[in-house]
């Protein structure tokens, strides 16, 4: 889904990965990353999309609201497991949205 | 591909798409976009993603190379047909990269 419902400024955090062979568990785990962040304060709405690389956007309120995402303890573990495990390489890459223009058919 | 040779602060152009039924030339089109977006001075990089939805994002030195890329004469023809036959919805944000983190199994 597109989120198509928010007024700059906002931040964006841009998160592009290529997967090892290896992806036991890992929608499972991504599935429920996406559960938590929902609960975060500051949330403000994800898009995801996969073929050779993926690319997750999730956006927030504030840095401060990214900030209390990257301390939540849970998925900072998963964090840690993505890394042995699931991801061959990422860039993670911290945005603030400034303009924004939307296209309806 | 992921484009991991960045240094921040640069520009992102995130663009979420959701497609119509008729791709007929869309393919070539947008190939021959990333063609000419390469082209264009202050063009960084370029990553893409689809499945449900589409997710493109394209790096920039600064605002002012996205602005000239946007007035490009080929470009904005192509965004009109773009509206007209392959665009169900797309949302297009224009975004500074603060940080930026890396990783490589």
Chains 1, 2 share one sequence.
Not at 18 to 30: K, P, R, V
Not at 36 to 56: D, V
Request: with cysteine; aromatic share 12%.
């Amino acid at each position: 889904m597109i989120v198509d419902n928010l007024k700059p400024p906002y931040y964006a955090v841009l998160f592009s990965t290529l997967m090892t062979d290896n992806l036991e568990g890992y929608i499972e785990t991504a599935r429920r990353m996406e559960t938590l962040a929902k609960l975060q304060p500051g949330y403000l709405g994800i898009e995801s999309a996969r073929n050779e690389i993926g690319i997750t956007v999730s956006y927030w309120e504030s840095l401060e609201a990214i900030t209390q995402w990257k301390n939540n303890v849970e998925h900072t573990e998963v964090r840690e497991l993505g890394r042995e495990k699931w991801y061959q390489q990422y860039q993670l890459r911290i945005c603030k949205v400034e303009r924004e223009y939307g296209f309806k058919a």
